[in-house]
């Protein structure tokens, strides 16, 4: 996380970061992020199986609305990409494959709680996730109960292996 201002806040919950963690406001994350072991983790302890793909809707592609610019409501599915241009909700219980960019900008996002699920997974096959602007971003990872398939119990933001993009 970098910029002018910066709070993560994570509940029932923590940071854990394979690989270099940087960012210019370690000391306003909540609880502290941790490499998990102060040393080198192997591959088998983090590396899960990807999220299945194939069973949410492909929005478009090459194009699609929501790669250049979106607001409201944005449905579980198969994204090039999506630039938040105002307040943005998930649905919960949703997985969201992105072959590009995530883009907050100065938007706020967060997730739609109407059906009783509470969580999202987003799975960053190619592309990072950018919160860089005024807007307050409040996700959770689905709880395990209701099973949240095809999203990933307890998992929030999963990078492909091999997707070096940043989180920021």
């Not at 090039?80 to 649905?91: P, R, Y």
């Not at 799975?123 to 996700?139: D, I, K, R």
Request: aromatic share 8%.
């Amino acid at each position: 996380g970098n910029g002018a201002s910066l709070e993560v806040d994570v509940l029932n919950g923590g940071v854990v970061h394979v690989g270099e963690l940087t960012t210019q406001h370690e000391s306003t994350f909540s609880p502290a992020p941790s490499d998990g072991t102060g040393g080198v983790i192997p591959p088998d302890m983090y590396i899960l199986p990807p999220p299945d793909c194939s069973q949410v809707a492909h929005y478009g592609s090459p194009s699609n609305a929501y790669s250049t610019h979106a607001d409201g409501l944005i449905p579980p599915g198969n994204y090039n990409g999506i630039k938040a241009s105002g307040d943005l909700q998930l649905k919960g219980g949703g997985l969201y494959c992105l072959y590009d960019d995530f883009d907050v900008g100065n938007s706020n996002l967060w997730i739609d709680t109407s059906n009783g699920k509470s969580g999202v997974t987003i799975y960053l096959v190619s592309g990072g996730f950018n919160t860089g602007g005024n807007g307050t971003v409040v996700l959770n990872a689905p709880p395990e109960t209701p099973d949240p398939s095809p999203a990933v119990a307890g998992m929030l933001i999963y990078l492909a292996v091999g997707n070096t993009s940043e989180i920021d």
